[in-house]
């Protein structure tokens, strides 16, 4: 069995507001991807391959390559590198395919797991990875991590109100069967290549849509395991959530 981690790092970062891609953002001194690789050097003797997948721009691929570069050397794993894409699925599919011309076009697709971490969850802990990759093994073609959801939850209606211009309740989703879901997202290497083989047939609007690799498995008709997630893991998105990582990071730093 192989074990291959793909972190998509390649998105612009636009929403955190510095100027730069958001994987490169400085986070108690280091890059946000820095944090990243530096969880997971406890399972790196079990990881075959990482694949990081970087912005174009060549300044930050530089910068974000040499992190990578570090780690690799350090942790004993080879490092790969790619550009991404527009959207986050051609940012997985580049990756993936990196992976395979990086030499796991030899791997036995159906043993061999691979990982897709969103480098906008820096302090994803390495026990979420551990059981993301024991699921796979244990059977499962497609694990998300996840957690309860704790707000309560509605869905509105498409349209405003015509006269108000205020959105609508439609219904409140019953929070017991909801959950929060995280990444490391985890499936054997033969379902990814099933993966996008689909979507290559989708119209481009239907894959922009796509947040998640599970996605793909459930329009697939592909069972999606569910393994608990972490309250670490939270995604950096906003100005707020990165002071949140912060606070974070101080209180877990001895
Ligand atoms: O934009 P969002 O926060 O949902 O992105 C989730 C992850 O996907 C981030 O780690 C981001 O770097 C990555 N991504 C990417 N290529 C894109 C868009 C997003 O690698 N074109």
């Known amino acids: 069995a192989r074990r291959a981690l793909i972190v998509v790092a390649a998105g612009s970062g636009e929403r955190l507001g510095h100027g730069m891609p958001k994987a490169c953002v400085d986070l108690g001194g ?60 051609s940012s997985v599919r580049a990756g993936v395919e990196c992976l395979l011309s990086a030499g796991a076009a030899d791997w036995d697709p159906a043993a061999s797991t691979v990982l897709i971490q969103d480098a906008a969850r820096a302090m994803t802990p390495e026990t979420v990875y551990a059981r993301v990759f024991a699921a796979v093994e244990a059977g499962a073609a497609a694990v998300v991590p996840a957690l309860p959801v704790t707000d309560t939850i509605k869905r509105v209606h498409p349209e405003p109100h015509p006269d108000t211009g205020a959105e609508q309740v439609e219904e409140t989703v019953p929070r017991s069967s909801l959950r929060a879901v995280q990444t490391p997202q985890g499936f054997t290497l033969e379902l990814l290549q099933q993966a996008f083989a689909f979507i290559g047939d989708l119209p481009d609007a239907q894959v922009e849509a796509l947040t998640d690799e599970a996605m793909i498995a459930e329009a697939m008709g592909v069972d999606v395991a569910v393994v608990p997630g972490s309250e670490s893991a939270v995604k950096i998105t906003t100005a707020a959530d990165l002071a949140a990582a912060q606070a974070l990071l101080q209180s877990s730093e001895p």
């Open 30 to 89: 280091r890059p946000i991807l820095a944090h990243v690789l530096q969880r997971l050097h406890g399972l790196s003797r079990g990881l075959d391959a990482v694949v990081l997948v970087l912005p174009g721009d060549q300044a930050s691929y530089d910068q974000l390559s040499a992190v990578g570069e570090q780690f690799g050397v350090a942790a004993g794993v080879p490092v790969f590198f790619t550009r991404g894409g527009s959207n986050r699925s």
